[in-house]
């Protein structure tokens, strides 16, 4: 008797670190593809600059974050002003890792863009260096031109 006790209370112990065990497996999925991204981004730091460039020979900067998000196993459209319908809106302080951020640069709404990264920081393919990391309250280009963000994670 005793020991069909004791094998039950050992079963129901395997069953709860099952169950925990399952739930930090989803918690650490959803850090994972940040993360993930993230790193695929970063993988691509020094690539030139490229109208219209869709690969680490050459980027645009709707090439870039379309191919880094495809890379992390997700579809976003091919256009600054597509990917700027996309998602949903956040606000900037609100900003999470992995989130797309908006400039107004060249014309009137959306003409650049990037990939937060954390800590003030975005990942984008400029004209001018390529794919580098920016600090997104630059006071003398990036702040003034912020137009908003959008959330696809």
Not at 32 to 43: G, M, W
Not at 76 to 97: M, S, Y
Not at 129 to 139: E, T, Y
């Amino acid at each position: 008797m005793v020991l069909k006790g004791l094998f039950a209370i050992f079963a129901a112990f395997i069953i709860s670190l099952i169950g925990t065990a399952n739930i930090q497996a989803e918690e650490l999925k959803e850090v994972k593809v940040e993360d993930q991204l993230i790193s695929n981004a970063k993988a691509h730091l020094g690539s030139p600059y490229l109208f219209g460039g869709t690969s680490h020979e050459g980027f645009d900067c709707s090439g870039f974050s379309q191919v880094v998000f495809k890379q992390t196993g997700i579809d976003i459209p091919r256009t600054t002003g597509e990917q700027f319908e996309t998602g949903i809106a956040v606000k900037k302080e609100d900003l999470q890792k992995g989130d797309l951020i908006f400039f107004e640069t060249i014309r009137k709404g959306p003409s650049h863009l990037g990939i937060y990264i954390g800590d003030n920081k975005f990942i984008h393919s400029s004209s001018s260096k390529g794919v580098a990391i920016s600090n997104l309250d630059d006071p003398y280009y990036w702040g003034p031109r912020y137009l908003g963000a959008r959330r696809v994670l």
